[in-house]
T-cell receptor
Framework: GNSVTQMEGPVTLSEEAFLTINCTYT??????LFWYVQYPGEGLQLLLK?????DKGSNKGFEATYRKETTSFHLEKGSVQVSDSAVYFC????????????FGTGTRLTVIP | GAGVSQSPRYKVAKRGQDVALRCDPI?????LFWYQQALGQGPEFLTY????????KSGLPSDRFFAERPEGSVSTLKIQRTQQEDSAVYLC?????????????FGEGSWLTVV
């Protein structure tokens, strides 16, 4: 079946620090992979995605590379800002059935000035 | 509208009361999903529509949960005889197509508290 395992939080970083949030997945076939972000008091927003192996998704300075050999999709950012404080969810969408998203449990990031 | 719209944003229900949560997907989006997000957890799939057809309801936790999308656009999630464990954020999402590469867009959610 499909599942996502995500690095547990919370994570607290100082401004301009390097961020990595680990995500690994289990899936049948060739899923698409996503990172969603949930800012305080707001709904889930798509941050970036990758639809096939070796694709790199990027947005707002964040990036993640679809690694089929390690079944991973780790999120990285070189220099975080206070405004990046949010909960980050890794997710996959399979090829069969309803194609619904399977989410990890989320990682709360707090960036301090 | 430009995004997925949900109402009400906040609902407090007394235990045993019925509630109805509405979702307006992005215009033209064929696929519609409902998710349940408990506090501190990731969203969990409830049910899926392709146009007006409910193709998957495997995530609905009990027969007290019912969803419909009669005209292939607006959808309603109904919870009968609410229980305290139903307290959660209910997220509606839509997607242009069914393929795995299609992005799923989420509404802001309906926050349900059962007291």
């Amino acid at each position: 079946g499909n599942s996502v395992t995500q690095m547990e939080g919370p994570v607290t970083l100082s401004e301009e620090a390097f961020l990595t949030i680990n995500c690994t997945y289990t899936a049948t076939g060739y899923p698409s992979l996503f990172w969603y972000v949930q800012y305080p008091g707001e709904g889930l927003q798509l941050l970036l995605k990758a639809t096939k192996a070796d694709d790199k998704g990027s947005n707002k300075g964040f990036e993640a590379t679809y690694r089929k050999e390690t079944t991973s999709f780790h999120l990285e950012k070189g220099s975080v800002q206070v405004s990046d404080s949010a909960v980050y969810f890794c997710a996959l969408r399979g090829q069969t059935g309803a194609n619904n998203l399977f989410f990890g449990t989320g990682t709360r990031l707090t960036v301090i000035p | 509208g430009a995004g997925v719209s949900q109402s009400p944003r906040y609902k407090v229900a007394k235990r045993g009361q019925d509630v109805a949560l509405r979702c307006d997907p992005i215009s033209g989006h064929v696929s519609l999903f409902w998710y349940q997000q408990a506090l501190g957890q990731g969203p969990e799939f409830l049910t899926y529509f392709q146009n007006e057809a409910q193709l998957d309801k495997s995530g609905l936790p009990s027969d007290r949960f019912f969803a419909e999308r009669p005209e292939g656009s607006v959808s309603t999630l109904k919870i009968q005889r609410t229980q305290q464990e139903d307290s959660a954020v209910y997220l509606c999402a839509s997607s242009l197509g069914q393929g795995a590469g299609n992005t799923i867009y989420f509404g802001e959610g309906s926050w349900l508290t059962v007291v």
